[in-house]
């Protein structure tokens, strides 16, 4: 049940984070017809690295979860099931430590950006708001890391000793 909520949650932000991404594209494209006119959207790109970082962070929890994380299959063709286990283990604890460790220096960088009241160049937005919805995301995949760690190490340990 509480993986069915975490699933939900995961899907959920990925989707607001895919929305996100429509925005940045739907963005582009007015700036561009715009600029054909002589009036691109003011500070497109601003709004672009803002929207981009934001969708890509919220896209990690779905993939840590659904396993859609890019693999490196030639280390797992030959090997037995035991060993592709122990190391889908070995990456699910990969992802919980570095989630971990960029959601503790990411709140650093909130904290810094908050204090110090930086904002973009050209819109002169503040830039700390920005990285809630990336404290968000990397909170819900050290949820998502912590569930696949918990289904790798049963699989790790329920497949018998025949390594």
Not at 21 to 47: K, Q, R, T
Not at 90 to 102: C, E, Q, R, T
Request: charged share 10%; glycine share 10%; aromatic share 8%.
């Amino acid at each position: 049940m509480a993986r069915r909520a975490l699933a939900a949650a995961v899907a959920f932000w990925a989707i607001l984070g895919g929305l996100v991404l429509a925005g940045v594209v739907g963005l582009n494209l007015a700036s561009i017809l715009g600029g054909m006119v002589g009036h691109p959207v003011p500070g497109d790109f601003e709004l672009t690295e803002i929207g981009t970082a934001i969708a890509v962070f919220a896209f990690l929890p779905w993939c840590q979860l659904t396993r859609a994380n890019v693999t490196a299959d030639v280390f797992t063709m030959g090997a037995s099931p035991i060993w592709t286990a122990r190391m889908s283990l070995a990456g699910s604890l990969a992802a919980l430590a570095v989630a971990g460790i960029l959601f503790w220096r990411m709140s650093l960088g909130l904290a810094d950006q908050h204090a110090y009241g930086y904002t973009s160049a050209i819109l002169q937005i503040p830039l700390w708001p920005c990285f809630v919805p990336v404290l968000v995301s990397l909170a819900l995949l050290a949820l998502a890391a912590a569930a696949t760690l918990a289904e790798d190490a049963t699989a790790a340990r329920g497949r018998g000793s025949n390594a």
